[in-house]
């Protein structure tokens, strides 16, 4: 590999597909060479954007090609596991979407092979990447929001309805990574609850509360059978609380000066509780496409050799809570809570 550019081959390129593609194209130290896609129309649409990039239908293309240093896939997930060990197995780096597999013990295989060769594995975990989410880890570490007690987190729609994943694993991989990625540990037990109401055995809408070792939850609320489009999250801390909105066109953030505290200096029951009401603060937020820092810290992680943020350990952490929420959801007789390890 020439130690100034990395050459590449996106795999994929539907739905979400046209726009890694896009962002791979556009980024520094790299060079687009190969567009692969089962669609020969598909194909076809792409090879009009990209000129400079070969096309071919076959996979294998890129995986015999020696001077390919990375591939990037974008295929529907059944599809992630036996291209991303493939690729790894030809000698190349890989950015995998999320979730990276479908099993834990998929994902684990991947990690395994990847850290013994030596190569980058970076699963597509968007909002890790967000400025906005970069920004919330930057309240929690300055310890601006106190201790932070509990977040919760909705992605909720009406459709896109799928009909070979649940909403859990449709929607919720965002959140479980966003969640990892600002506690900064894994927690010790899962509860959840969800139910089918379009397709049978497919769940619709999902509740799971995350249990921390250090005492704090997270709750995730998924679905694609709601009235409204939500992509929120609060956080809830001892001094202050904060809560981004996706959705919104502005102020993204915005941090409230409010709190309780519990008075030991006060005899009487209904004074023992201190209510603070404060400010709102909403901070500049870069517009910044998260997808063009993702994509240009996998580029960099293979130039200038460190750990991608979400690497393929970070995937195999959300993978195994989807299993374990997976698990609760089907289970036959009623679980309280399923340890995640």
């Given at each position: 590999?020439?130690?100034?550019?990395?050459?590449?081959?996106?795999?994929?390129l539907g739905g979400w597909g046209k726009f890694v593609v896009r962002?791979?194209?556009?980024?520094?130290?790299?060079?687009?060479?190969?567009?692969?896609?089962?669609?020969?129309?598909?194909?076809?649409?792409?090879?009009?954007?990209?000129?400079?990039?070969?096309?071919?239908?076959?996979?294998?293309?890129?995986?015999?090609?020696?001077?390919?240093?990375?591939?990037?896939?974008?295929?529907?997930?059944?599809?992630?596991?036996?291209?991303?060990?493939?690729?790894?197995?030809?000698?190349?780096?890989?950015?995998?979407?999320?979730?990276?597999?479908?099993?834990?013990?998929?994902?684990?295989?991947?990690?395994?092979?990847?850290?013994?060769?030596?190569?980058?594995?970076?699963?597509?975990?968007?909002?890790?990447?967000?400025?906005?989410?970069?920004?919330?880890?930057?309240?929690?570490?300055?310890?601006?929001?106190?201790?932070?007690?509990?977040?919760?987190?909705?992605?909720?729609?009406?459709?896109?309805?799928?009909?070979?994943?649940?909403?859990?694993?449709?929607?919720?991989?965002?959140?479980?990574?966003?969640?990892?990625?600002?506690?900064?540990?894994?927690?010790?037990?899962?509860?959840?609850?969800?139910?089918?109401?379009?397709?049978?055995?497919?769940?619709?809408?999902?509740?799971?509360?995350?249990?921390?070792?250090?005492?704090?939850?997270?709750?995730?609320?998924?679905?694609?059978?709601?009235?409204?489009?939500?992509?929120?999250?609060?956080?809830?801390?001892?001094?202050?609380?904060?809560?981004?909105?996706?959705?919104?066109?502005?102020?993204?953030?915005?941090?409230?000066?409010?709190?309780?505290?519990?008075?030991?200096?006060?005899?009487?029951?209904?004074?023992?509780?201190?209510?603070?009401?404060?400010?709102?603060?909403?901070?500049?937020?870069?517009?910044?496409?998260?997808?063009?820092?993702?994509?240009?810290?996998?580029?960099?992680?293979?130039?200038?050799?460190?750990?991608?943020?979400?690497?393929?350990?970070?995937?195999?952490?959300?993978?195994?809570?989807?299993e374990k929420v997976e698990q609760i959801l089907h289970s036959e007789?009623?679980?309280?809570?399923?340890?995640?390890?």
């Amino acid at each position: 590999m020439s130690h100034d550019l990395v050459r590449l081959g996106v795999v994929g390129l539907g739905g979400w597909g046209k726009f890694v593609v896009r962002n791979f194209s556009q980024r520094d130290r790299s060079e687009l060479v190969y567009i692969c896609d089962s669609n020969p129309f598909t194909l076809k649409q792409h090879q009009s954007l990209y000129p400079q990039a070969k096309t071919t239908q076959e996979y294998s293309d890129l995986l015999e090609d020696p001077s390919i240093d990375a591939i990037v896939i974008a295929t529907p997930a059944p599809f992630h596991f036996e291209m991303v060990k493939a690729a790894l197995n030809a000698g190349k780096h890989v950015y995998v979407e999320k979730p990276m597999t479908l099993t834990s013990e998929h994902s684990e295989e991947l990690v395994e092979i990847s850290e013994s060769r030596g190569l980058k594995l970076m699963v597509g975990h968007l909002l890790e990447y967000h400025p906005a989410v970069a920004k919330m880890k930057q309240q929690i570490d300055s310890g601006d929001l106190g201790d932070v007690h509990y977040m919760y987190c909705q992605r909720v729609n009406l459709g896109v309805v799928r009909q070979f994943e649940n909403a859990f694993w449709s929607l919720a991989p965002h959140d479980i990574s966003i969640i990892l990625y600002l506690f900064g540990q894994e927690p010790t037990h899962i509860t959840a609850s969800g139910q089918s109401f379009l397709q049978p055995g497919i769940e619709d809408v999902v509740f799971a509360t995350l249990h921390f070792p250090d005492g704090r939850l997270a709750n995730i609320h998924v679905s694609w059978l709601d009235p409204h489009k939500k992509r929120s999250m609060v956080l809830v801390g001892s001094e202050k609380m904060l809560v981004f909105d996706d959705m919104a066109a502005s102020e993204k953030i915005r941090i409230y000066d409010k709190g309780a505290q519990f008075r030991n200096d006060t005899a009487g029951a209904l004074q023992a509780i201190n209510v603070r009401h404060g400010d709102i603060h909403s901070p500049h937020i870069p517009g910044t496409e998260p997808l063009a820092l993702e994509t240009q810290h996998f580029i960099d992680s293979i130039l200038d050799d460190f750990t991608p943020r979400s690497d393929g350990r970070d995937g195999l952490r959300v993978v195994r809570i989807l299993e374990k929420v997976e698990q609760i959801l089907h289970s036959e007789v009623p679980v309280p809570a399923i340890k995640v390890a």
